[in-house]
């Protein structure tokens, strides 16, 4: 009997979504999320891939709405990767700023 493990990852880009900001939102370099939940169901299908979100964040680093970019192609890991996406805590804005939109990624691999 093989046993496999399931990692499943928040990659957190260092850029704004929005090509026209100057710089990078100091709020968004210190970003955490937390690997979401992986169903055993999940692992009996073998369920993998990668999400792409966009994460609205907000001046006191809250995330205020999540959208999909790009999907793993199992809309339960787009879901669940949207689900844990809320979660994700970022450094409060110094200086007041307005939203600002970041990207988080979820890698599903089966190892």
Given at each position: ?111
């Amino acid at each position: 009997m093989i046993i496999r493990s399931i990692i499943a990852l928040g990659l957190i880009s260092l850029s704004t979504i929005n090509p026209a900001s100057a710089a990078t939102d100091a709020r968004l370099a210190s970003g955490e999320c937390e690997a979401p939940a992986y169903r055993n169901t999940w692992q009996e299908e073998e369920l993998q891939g990668n999400v792409k979100l966009a994460v609205l964040v907000d001046a006191k680093g809250n995330v205020q709405d999540t959208k999909v970019i790009s999907s793993s192609g199992h809309l339960a890991l787009d879901k669940a990767s949207l689900r844990a996406s809320t979660a994700c805590k970022f450094q409060p804005a110094s200086n007041g700023a307005a939203p600002v939109w970041a990207q988080v990624q979820y890698k599903w691999v089966l190892n």
